[in-house]
């Protein structure tokens, strides 16, 4: 743990060297007995301005810490180094001493979740981490572009890991202590104990492995793609042309059980609903995209595969006893860009599935060419005008063979 002198602590906790007086003042930061602070005394400086900003007031503040009522003994804790303290430079700065495009370095800030910086704001050391990658990154010829699209999905990422972690530690962890009048000590103990450590680093650990699991899954299908296009050039393979298919399955009357039953239960209808078209999905090749409120979108490769997932998840909901749920597939080009899928293949899926009736799968004209090999029995439904598609469109019901 680092020690500095008021004005280093003050710059790295990015406030005015007077406002650090006034939290010493007030016992929110304690200096040790040589005078220096600690990097936990810049952590009780930033959460102090932190807590002030949402509304509480120093002064209570200090006198709850004083009085024993409070404490912020926890930001000690080695667990909470990820509290980064600014750099020594701003964004200008590093630009202009690694070389690197000022507005690529600036879309790092956004990337950890925090507003747009200027280009004369301070950088964060965390910010500082991320910067290798980026070099590495240009050097292998990615665009700036490219860079900036996986930043900002890895962030978005990460931000809604961070925050589900952060609901469970304080529905089950913190919220359980203070319902039971837990002391600050207590508090600081469970936060800061060897329990927690152990759970910082499983945690830690977890995630890399979950991140490489789906690395490995992701990078077979470019080995694959890059395999298919080598032998076709060769002469030695043929792969036949079968465009994507985008899939969207929706609850039949989720909004109205979340009205009746309330957002619990439709909290464990959507876990249930998850679990199921997450198995039947990844076992036919498949991957949902995004969870749209009472439903999700999915993305297959070969559309075939795509309609006998359909009608095993809508067999799964019925087995499942939730409610019915209907599906629309359309297939066709699509644009991939930051984690999602565009196009009209995409806008045109969605209004067929809007069009299916609670228990039905519907489907285009380009899923039947592309999935007669699927098992699957299409039968025509007639030409359907939908809504924002321009011309009426040959839909198909199926059947299980």
């Known amino acids: 743990m680092g020690a500095f002198d008021r004005l280093e602590a003050a710059r790295r906790a990015d406030v005015e060297p007077v406002y650090l007086d006034r939290l010493i003042e007030l016992g929110i930061v304690t200096p040790g ?14 959460m102090a301005r932190t807590l002030e900003g949402a509304g509480i007031p120093l ?4 006198d709850a810490i004083r009085g024993g009522r409070l404490s912020m003994a926890f930001l000690d804790s080695p667990s909470f180094d990820r509290f980064a303290a600014h750099a020594d430079e701003t964004f200008r700065q590093l630009a ?24 004369d704001d301070m950088v964060r050391e965390d910010e500082l981490r991320i910067v290798p990658l980026v070099t590495a990154q240009l050097g292998m010829g990615m665009r700036p572009i490219s860079v900036q699209r996986e930043l900002r999905v890895f962030g978005e990422s990460l931000r809604r890991m961070a925050e589900t972690e952060s609901d469970t530690w304080r529905r089950e962890v913190m919220e359980p202590l203070l319902a039971g009048g837990a002391s600050p000590a207590q508090m600081d103990t469970q936060v800061t104990g060897e329990e927690s450590e152990r759970h910082d680093r ?71 609903l998850g679990r199921l078209v997450n198995r039947t999905t990844l076992q036919r090749g498949g991957r949902p995209v995004k969870w749209l409120g009472d439903g999700v979108m999915l ?103």
């Not at 202009?96 to 956004?110: A, K, Q, S």
């Not at 067999?315 to 860009?337: M, R, Y």
């Not at 969605?350 to 007669?372: F, M, T």
């Open 59 to 62: 002064e209570g503040l200090g």
């Open 96 to 119: 202009e001493r690694t070389g690197l495009p000022l507005d690529l370095l600036m879309v790092i800030r956004e990337a950890v979740g925090s507003a747009p910086p200027g280009p």
């Open 299 to 401: 993305y297959f490769r070969d559309p075939g595969p795509g309609v006998q997932a359909a009608v095993e998840m809508l067999e799964g909901v019925k087995e499942e006893g939730l409610p019915p749920a209907h599906v629309g597939l359309h297939a066709g080009p699509v644009l991939f860009q930051e984690g999602d899928y565009f196009g009209q293949t995409v806008n045109i899926a969605s209004r067929i599935a809007e069009y299916a009736r609670p228990g039905e799968i519907l489907v285009s004209q380009e899923v039947v060419d592309a999935a007669q090999h699927s098992g699957a029995v299409f039968t025509e439904i007639g030409p359907v005008e939908l809504k924002g598609v321009g011309a009426p469109l040959r839909l198909f019901s199926v059947q299980t063979a």
């Open 33 to 46: 007995g040589d005078g220096l602070l600690t990097s936990g005394a810049v952590r009780r400086a930033q």
């Open 202 to 272: 499983a945690m830690a650990d977890a995630v890399l492995a979950l991140f490489r699991a789906q690395e490995a899954r992701a990078w077979t299908g470019n080995i694959i793609a890059g395999f298919e296009h080598m032998l076709a050039g060769a002469g030695l393979y043929t792969r036949l042309d079968r465009p994507p298919a985008m899939c969207f399955l929706d609850m039949t009357g989720y909004t109205r059980l979340t009205r009746e039953r309330g957002d619990e239960a439709a909290a464990s209808l959507a876990e249930r």
